[in-house]
T-cell receptor, first 116, second 114 residues
């Protein structure tokens, strides 16, 4: 069974440019998460989807970040415009469903973003 | 808000020896899950072991075991017979039953020496 797929693995952009990250969760997983991992830190949730609905986006900086999960399968996270402080690893994870008593999340390999 | 604290930024262990990584957390919930994740340089976050708060028995997965002290809000990971492939960042994480985001600590970098 394929795991969580993310692309690209690496992205280098100039500040003020837009950037997008793509995530394809494990087949059948209703819940999808985007985490931000700064250097030397643990991941922090940006947004969580249940199917196509964003149910927790309180930590998403909405002035420059946006996300979508059309059709409740794959998802795209966008930053426009990017700032130097956005340099980090962006992790995508998925789980079978929200609300279950055991909530194991499976992670993708992440996208490392460098903003110059 | 729940917080997870890992007080050891770096740890070192010799191959075949045992090492213990520490984690404390703060929560007002009575039921929750605790996890240890391993993140090698490839960045792939891999689940090592999980513990349900309502279970008194400490979880064990092969060479990995935990010491869960609910009253002290402590959740340490013991790695026995350490192998070179165990070298990675290890993150302690908390997951409340009522919510779904994982709250991670800052991680502990484990170095395994031959």
């Amino acid at each position: 069974e394929a795991g969580v797929v993310q692309s690209p693995r690496y992205k280098i952009i100039e500040k003020k440019q837009p950037v997008a990250f793509w995530c394809n969760p494990i087949s059948g997983h209703n819940t999808l998460y985007w985490y931000l991992q700064n250097l030397g830190q643990g991941p922090e949730l940006l947004i969580r989807y249940e199917n196509e609905e964003a149910v927790d986006d309180s930590q998403l900086p909405k002035d420059r970040f946006s996300a979508e999960r059309l059709k409740g399968v794959d998802s795209t996270l966008k930053i426009q415009p990017a700032e130097l402080g956005d340099s980090a690893v962006y992790l995508c994870a998925s789980s079978l469903r929200g609300g279950s008593s055991y909530n194991e999340q499976f992670f993708g390999p992440g996208t490392r973003l460098t903003v110059l | 808000a729940q917080t997870v604290t890992q007080s050891q930024p770096e740890m070192s262990v010799q191959e075949a020896e045992t090492v213990t990584l520490s984690c404390t957390y703060d929560t007002s919930e009575s039921d929750y899950y605790l996890f240890w994740y391993k993140q090698p340089p490839s960045r792939q976050m891999i689940l090592v072991i999980r513990q349900e708060a309502y279970k008194q028995q400490n979880a064990t997965e092969n060479r990995f075991s935990v010491n869960f002290q609910k009253a002290a809000k402590s959740f340490s990971l013991k790695i026995s017979d350490s192998q070179l492939g165990d070298a990675a960042m290890y993150f302690c994480a908390y997951n409340p039953l009522s919510g779904y985001a994982l709250n991670f600590g800052k991680g502990t970098s484990l170095l395994v020496t031959p």
